[in-house]
């Protein structure tokens, strides 16, 4: 008994004779495929063809195509193989292979390469004006939503605001003083060091006290915000649209808006300005060690030189900042988490394009406010 | 391999399987033989599925014996997919590859084979299992309850395994769908020689595709047989689920 496929091929005159011996497996399938490419070139020559499968041993599906595909190459030019003594628990297998194949459609025609490039680019502005409208209409609902709970205030739901609040304001507090304090740090190093060169080390306070109250202290945050909360809103709202919740809440005369979202969303508006403030004392906290320790000044000094540096508009400009970004993730996270489909990449995908979308229109509209403020003399 | 052994695709013995304190398959033991169709049933969150992760190797034992094909299973050897096919309840179907990269993905991780055949044989196993050559550039994601259902069949017959292990196939499909898959099961259990173990609750699979049916009861086998002797059965759970009065409605209709 041999454990390698064999296929001899005995030619006499027209009359080609082909004996396939042994394990005709998958298991087997390089030997397979250059046996039967071997005698492609005999089966094109010859008149008429015959397999004897008396020697096959076994057979699988791959095994019983590969000769198959011998014979439809021979019927191809118009003679037809025979196939003789193929064994009673075969001929299932061989008949079932006979069917198969037979209506492949042509494959489609690949497109012009700079035509389907045009189409991507269309395809993707008529999505951008897609994503404004789908912005516009969760502003919408929201606004709807909102008048709703003013109309009758029982109804909103205070439980899941209160958990929303606490995960997402509560539980960031850590997370977000650090990296403001290291940030603040960071900033006052880089001032002490450059400034100290044309002697101006003083001034590196009121760079610290400008920049973290009015731009970075709330940007940071915000960024932060929406790579941790946002994304797990569209994880959230995602999965739940996959597993049919969000349908089960509509089904029961529930508005998702009312029950998931607005929650989320007026949490989000409180919490953002809250850790922007929390977020820009760490970072001021973090620009008086490094003052301390690094420019030698005391606590004394810094927070006098601070005192003469900042305003209240400075920091009513940073805060006032926040509820918007807050607004702006908020309605990116959910609208992303609803437009999930049915697969598990689909959620991966949406939650990227949450987290990517509101971090750039978390800057866009910190670049507006920059405009605004600085033409109303803030 | 003496006769004895070669007559037994699945050999289970004494299994123990548990989670924490509580013990799920208690001393099991369960014979299926080469080329037959065998249906477990059992109450829901009985163990049945736990019984067929277990022969499958995903889910640990506690002790017991179980041999595939005269094989001792346990170690990583033998490459599993060569050895069963397993349809998952809900597919289980690569979300990410279309229909045809789905059945040649057992390919491609195992043999070395041209494209060409390779989507020939991915045809050829969709066509075997009633799709058609139109469908393979679909995502799973497009496909209907009992398309996936025949997709997922085809992924796990793409190395023609001698098992094929079935999890619940006819759940979630209507009657019509149901009853074509059933047809379907047989034809290739007998065109390819296979042996079928299937959890199902489907009462008509059982009748009509099944050889023998096992109950699974109290972490036991409690009767095996034909479907004609698990209806005389004396075993209290057995009567129950055979004879309660949904089971009879069904019989009754049937004949």
């Known amino acids: 008994m041999n454990h390698e496929p064999l296929l001899l091929a005995?030619?006499?005159?027209?009359?080609?004779?082909?004996?396939?011996e042994g394990p005709w497996t998958a298991a087997n399938v390089v030997t397979l495929e250059t046996l039967s490419r071997s005698v492609g070139a005999?089966?094109?020559?010859?008149r008429v063809v015959t397999l004897d499968m008396s020697g096959v041993s076994a057979l699988d599906t791959l095994g019983a195509w590969?000769?198959?595909k011998l014979s439809r190459r021979a019927a191809s030019s118009g003679r037809p193989a025979q196939f003789v003594g193929v064994a009673d628990h075969y001929s299932g297998l061989m008949e079932e292979v006979r069917q198969v194949n037979r209506h492949t459609p042509a494959p489609a025609a690949a497109p012009n390469p700079v035509l389907a490039r045009l189409g991507d680019l269309g395809?993707?502005?008529v999505g951008a004006r897609e994503d404004v409208a789908i912005f516009l209409q969760m502003l919408g609902a929201l606004f709807m939503a909102v008048i709703g709970v003013l109309r009758r205030p029982r109804s909103l739901r205070l439980t899941s605001l209160v958990y929303q609040l606490y995960r997402i304001g509560w539980q960031a507090i850590p997370i977000v003083a650090l990296?403001?304090?290291?940030?603040?740090?960071?900033?006052a190093q880089q001032g002490f060091f450059h400034f100290r060169r044309f002697g101006a080390e003083s001034y590196t306070v009121d760079m610290v006290g400008i920049l973290v109250l009015r731009e970075l202290g709330v940007l940071i945050v915000a960024i932060m915000v929406a790579g941790r909360s946002g994304s797990a809103y569209t994880a959230e709202l995602g999965s739940m649209k996959m597993r049919e919740e969000i349908d089960a809440l509509s089904t029961m005369g529930l508005d998702p808006v009312d029950v998931l979202i607005l929650p989320r969303v007026a949490a989000l508006i409180i919490a953002l300005p809250i850790l922007t403030f929390i977020g820009s004392i760490a970072a001021l906290?973090?620009?008086g060690l490094v003052a301390q320790f690094y420019g030698d000044m005391g606590p004394a000094i810094y927070i006098e030189r601070l005192h003469e540096a900042i305003s209240v508009t400075h920091f009513e400009v940073g805060i006032l900042k926040a509820p918007f970004m807050a607004l702006v993730i908020g309605i990116v996270a959910c609208s992303e988490g609803l437009r999930v489909k049915g697969s598990a990449e689909s959620l991966g995908r949406q939650t990227t394009t949450s987290v990517v979308k509101s971090i750039f229109l978390v800057i866009v509209l910190d670049g507006l406010f920059a405009v605004f403020f600085a033409s109303i003399g803030m | 391999m003496d006769a004895s052994q070669d007559q037994f695709a699945i050999r289970v013995r004494d299994l123990v399987v548990g989670f924490g304190r509580q013990t799920v398959l208690d001393h099991l033991s369960l014979d299926v033989r080469r080329g037959e169709i065998l249906g477990l049933v059992g109450a829901s969150g009985g163990g049945k599925s736990v019984l067929m992760r277990t022969i499958i190797g995903l889910i640990p034992r506690r002790s017991g014996t179980i041999e595939v094909m005269g094989q001792p299973t346990g170690g990583h050897g033998r490459g599993a997919a060569t050895t069963w096919?397993?349809?998952?309840q809900q597919g289980a179907l690569f979300s990410s590859l279309t229909v045809r990269q789905n059945v040649q993905f057992p390919l491609r991780e195992n043999l070395v084979l041209s494209q060409e055949l390779m989507d020939e044989i991915a045809i050829a196993k969709l066509e075997m299992v009633g799709l058609r050559a139109q469908d393979a550039d679909k995502y799973p994601a497009e496909l209907s309850g009992g398309m996936t259902k025949r997709v997922a069949l085809a992924r796990a017959l793409a190395l023609d395994p001698p098992i094929l292990f079935l999890d619940e196939p006819t759940s979630g499909l209507d009657p019509i769908a149901a009853g074509d898959f059933d047809v379907l099961i047989k034809t290739l259990q007998r065109t390819l020689g296979l042996t079928v173990f299937m959890v199902t609750h489907d009462l008509a699979s059982l009748t009509t595709v099944c050889n023998r049916v096992a109950a699974l009861a109290d972490g036991k086998i409690v009767a095996i047989g034909p479907m004609r002797e698990l209806l005389q059965s004396e075993h209290p759970w057995v009567r129950a689920y055979f004879h309660g009065k949904r089971s009879q409605m069904l019989q009754h209709e049937m004949r």
């Open chain 1, 42 to 46: 005999d089966v094109d020559r010859s």
């Open chain 1, 66 to 68: 590969v000769l198959e």
């Open chain 2, 85 to 88: 096919g397993i349809l998952f």
């Open chain 1, 123 to 125: 395809k993707s502005t």
């Open chain 1, 179 to 187: 990296i403001t304090f290291l940030i603040g740090a960071i900033i």
């Open chain 1, 10 to 20: 005995t030619p006499s005159g027209d009359v080609l004779n082909l004996r396939p």
């Open chain 1, 285 to 287: 906290y973090g620009g």
